[in-house]
């Protein structure tokens, strides 16, 4: 058994733009838990279940996801290397690359484990995707990947374990 989402992911998604290039995805994967919210931040936490092995060593797992388009993979440190199974990086670059709250627009999402469940949890204050879209690329698909990581085996950072890609969806603009 591999692991999965515990969301439902609709077929598309609204993307408005806001200032300093912060494009926020709404209502992702649905609408907040009170109802739909006309503005600021509409959507809920992305669950993952993990699957049964890494589920019984989640303590020392990380998690974090990113958005890509459908069918590409992300980069890896040197920017040409895929980040794939097997993909070893250091906590530095993790933690550069990790979302915070000064820093909104970095590349992967932070997620949050829960031991009992043997489940992460990824909210982030919004549901920020920079991809440049184009009137010859509004057809293109997209997916949020997870990417699960463990301690290498030489102790020399983190080894991707696992990858794990939404339903892919559409986006489309609110400028339209």
């Known amino acids: 058994m591999s692991s999965f989402f515990l969301n439902a992911f609709k077929p598309s998604y609204l993307r408005n733009n806001r200032r300093g290039g912060q494009k926020n995805i709404r209502c992702f994967p ?11 931040f509409c959507g809920r ?6 699957s049964a092995g890494n589920g019984e060593r ?10 890509l388009q459908a069918g590409t993979d992300g980069l890896a440190v040197d920017a040409t290397a895929k980040l794939a199974v097997g993909t070893v990086v250091t906590k530095a670059f993790l ?32 549901w920020h995707y ?5 009137k010859h690329c509004t057809n293109k698909k997209h ?16 080894e991707c374990v696992e990858t794990i890609d939404s339903l892919p969806f559409s986006l489309f603009s609110s400028k339209q």
Do not use: M
């Open 95 to 126: 933690d550069a690359n990790t979302r915070v709250k000064e820093d909104p627009l970095r590349r992967f999402i932070g997620g949050a484990p829960n031991a009992e469940k043997g489940t992460f949890g990824f909210r982030p204050s919004c």
């Open 130 to 134: 920079s991809w440049r879209s184009n």
């Open 143 to 158: 997916s949020l990947r997870v990417y699960v990581f463990a301690t290498a085996s030489n102790g020399s950072g983190f």
């Open 58 to 67: 989640q303590g020392t797992l990380h998690a974090v996801a990113e958005f």
């Open 45 to 50: 936490t992305v669950h993952i279940q993990l």
């Open 30 to 40: 649905t609408c907040a838990e009170e109802g739909h919210k006309c503005s600021g």
